[in-house]
């Protein structure tokens, strides 16, 4: 059965500093891949989607992700964190059909300190 | 820029009560989905709809029903609410491609 994990629950990293949420999911086929955002109070933000091509794929807000099938993983980078991007963080796997139907991670909620 | 409306923010119920989860979305978007968020467990899909009057279960749909008359609107139905279902309700459409657009979520309260 498809799966998501997101080994992290909580990061808490200093504005500035680098950040990298780990992502692996459990799929058979070659999965399509996306990290969501959601900030207090909100719904969820697309970040970013992989579904071919290069593995190395650029979204809004500065971040990115690198998708690695030999590791089944699918890590949300950003090379330096703004305090605004404390919020929450789903990594998904899109299910094969056409239903368009996504499987997510648990979620891991960024704090930055100042 | 896709909108999808959640009709409330904040709602609260009474056990035993039928509620009525309403979103709408302005895109013609083919494919509508149910959510509930709860700490720790992510988004589970309640329902999913990929046309008017189709629907599929999805991985909770115990205690839920749904309703889609019309192509933007669908509906999810708590046929008689229980405090297990105090949840954040999240409701998304999705075009042609496999990126889903979210509305701004109902954070539901049963008492």
């Known amino acids: 059965a498809q799966s998501v994990t997101q080994p992290d629950i909580h990061i808490t990293v200093s504005e500035g500093a680098s950040l990298e949420l780990r992502c692996n999911y459990s799929?058979?086929?070659?999965?399509?891949l996306f990290w969501y955002v959601q900030s207090p109070g909100q719904g969820l933000q697309l970040l970013l989607k992989y579904f071919s091509g290069d593995t190395l794929v650029q979204g809004i807000k500065g971040f990115e992700a690198e998708f690695k099938r030999s590791q089944s993983s699918f890590n949300l980078r950003k090379p330096s964190v703004h305090w605004s991007d404390a919020a929450e963080y789903f990594c998904a796997v899109g299910v094969s059909g056409n239903t368009g139907k996504l499987i997510f991670g648990q979620g891991t909620t960024l704090q930055v300190k100042p | 820029d896709v909108k999808v409306t959640q009709s409330s923010r904040y709602l609260v119920k009474r056990t035993g009560e039928k509620v009525f989860l309403e979103c709408v979305q302005d895109m013609d978007h083919e494919n509508m989905f149910w959510y509930r968020q709860d700490p720790g467990l992510g988004l589970r899909l309640i329902y999913f709809?990929?046309?008017?009057?189709?629907?599929e279960k999805g991985d909770i749909p115990e205690g839920y029903s749904v309703s889609r008359e019309k192509k933007e609107r669908f509906s999810l139905i708590l046929e008689s609410a229980s405090t297990n279902q105090t949840s954040m309700y999240l409701c998304a459409s999705r075009p042609g491609s496999w990126a889903q657009h979210f509305g701004d979520g109902t954070r539901l309260s049963i008492l």
């Open positions: 799929y058979g086929a070659t999965p399509y």
């Open positions: 709809s990929y046309d008017v009057k189709m629907k």
